[in-house]
């Protein structure tokens, strides 16, 4: 090993759990900060075997918060990205097929509007057990895992929820 690395290892090893706090009091993550710290070391050890640096505790806290700003970055395109494509999914959703009747496609975004209320007045407890149930297609078991709550539970939301919809959907029609 040459002198370099061990000078690294010792400021890494006195420095590692300010440079966690550091990127703790940036990330509230724990585990991203816990990975970000293996990043600073690791880009650390590169570049002291390049040119060791005048003072490498300051250029591991530099790379530390290098890698909050590139990681936030990340996280806001990725959040992006996401808002993006549920907005493409519900514009696809709500897209009536080609192939029906104008008739058809007007009651089809009629009935569609009302589902979409029914759904928003429901509790949302129940709401998200529904939708992990029929959109995500989880198992009671995986929704009450999720959850927090007993199967039976699961089922008793799920069944209010179905009800409610259908009796909303039912109003509208009588």
């Known amino acids: 090993m040459n002198p370099s690395s061990l000078g690294t290892e010792s400021v890494f090893s006195d420095s590692r759990d300010e440079i966690f706090a550091f990127l703790m009091r940036r990330l509230r993550c724990p585990e ?52 993006a494509h549920d907005d493409e999914a519900l514009a696809a959703e709500t897209v009536p097929s080609p ?26 407890d129940s709401r998200t057990a529904l939708l992990l149930s029929s959109a995500d297609g989880l198992t009671y078991v995986q929704i009450a895992e999720r959850l927090g709550v007993s199967e039976r539970m699961v089922a008793k939301r799920i069944a209010q929820a179905l009800k409610h919809c259908r009796d909303r959907l039912d109003d509208e029609t009588t």
């Open 99 to 124: 192939d029906l009747a104008p008739e058809q496609a007007v009651s089809l975004g009629q009935t569609m509007d009302r589902l979409k209320a029914a759904l928003s007045e429901l509790p949302v």
């Open 32 to 83: 991203t900060a816990a990975d970000l710290v293996q990043e600073t070391y690791l880009r650390l050890h590169q570049s002291e075997r390049r040119s060791p640096a005048n003072n490498p505790r300051a250029l591991a806290f530099r790379i530390a918060a290098n890698l909050v700003v590139d990681y936030l970055r990340k996280q806001t395109v990725k959040s992006r990205y996401e808002a």
